[in-house]
Every structure is written in structure tokens, then in C-alpha cells.
């Protein structure tokens, strides 16, 4: 029984790994499809391996940009481009639609206060360079920014 159980931890990190996301992650999306699909779940505890996956991988951002903290465009450029993120597009059309400011940027993007420059670097970035597809909107759903 044991030896299943670090049978599937170890299948759902390599699949983590592949794809460089989070074995939790792996875990809930397994677990929604078998719910989908009237199979049962895996029932495991893995937050001891995936506490090692992590100090294994390292953060995903020493990755992306190589150690060094990136430039406001270098961080817009990979969002864009390895996450084919559209999120700049529609945060880009709602400072310009109402007017806000760079703390907008620093508190939708939860940038902490340590980071608040990289917000001020963006909001002019943003409001110079995109904005030009008006399929995507940015709505704040909840609370007061």
C-alpha cells in the first residue's frame, strides 16, 4: 500500500515538473477530471514532497529571468510571450478607460510594497504599449482599489 502511494507522489511531481507548475496543482486537476469522469479521487497528503519539489525547482522566476530582477518590459515581454497572457492588454484598456493610477497596477497585481517601483515603471509601460484589441476588458469584481 506504501509503495502505491509514493508510486503516484512521484508521477504527479514528474508531471509537475514537465510542465513546471505546482503538485498541488497536478493533484486538483487529476481529482476534477476523476470527479468528472465518476471515478474515485486520489486521496494522498503530498505537501512534504511538494515542500521538496520546491526547494528542488527553485522559484520560477529565477528561471525566467535568469536570477536577476527584470525590467518592467522584460517582465511585460514574458508574460506575454511564454504565458501568452492577455492580462496586460485588458489592464492597459482599464487605466485608460477610467483614469487610474500606477497603485492600481501595485494592488491588482498584489506587487508587494518592496516592489512598488516595478508598478510605477509598468503604468506608463502599459499606457504607451498596449491596449489595442478591445476583446479583452479588465473588470474589478470585488472590493474598492
Do not use: W
Not at 500500500?1 to 486538483?28: D, H, Q, W, Y
Amino acid at each position: 500500500m506504501m509503495r502505491m502511494v509514493g508510486v503516484k507522489v512521484n508521477k504527479i511531481k514528474e508531471i509537475a515538473m514537465e510542465f513546471m507548475i505546482s503538485p498541488f496543482t497536478v493533484l486538483n486537476e487529476v481529482n476534477k477530471y476523476a470527479q468528472s469522469a465518476s471515478l474515485a479521487p486520489i486521496e494522498i497528503h503530498i505537501g512534504g514532497a511538494v515542500t521538496n519539489f520546491n526547494k528542488s525547482v527553485g522559484l520560477l522566476s529565477s528561471h525566467l529571468f535568469e536570477g536577476v530582477s527584470p525590467s518592467p518590459e522584460k517582465y511585460v515581454e514574458v508574460c506575454r510571450n511564454i504565458f501568452k497572457s492577455k492580462f496586460f492588454v485588458a489592464l492597459t484598456r482599464y487605466l485608460q478607460d477610467t483614469g487610474a493610477d500606477a497603485g492600481v497596477v501595485h494592488r491588482l497585481m498584489k506587487i508587494p510594497n518592496a516592489y512598488f517601483r516595478l508598478a510605477d515603471n509598468l503604468y506608463p509601460l502599459l499606457s504607451r504599449t498596449f491596449g489595442e484589441d478591445p476583446s479583452y476588458n479588465l473588470r474589478i469584481l470585488i472590493g474598492g482599489l
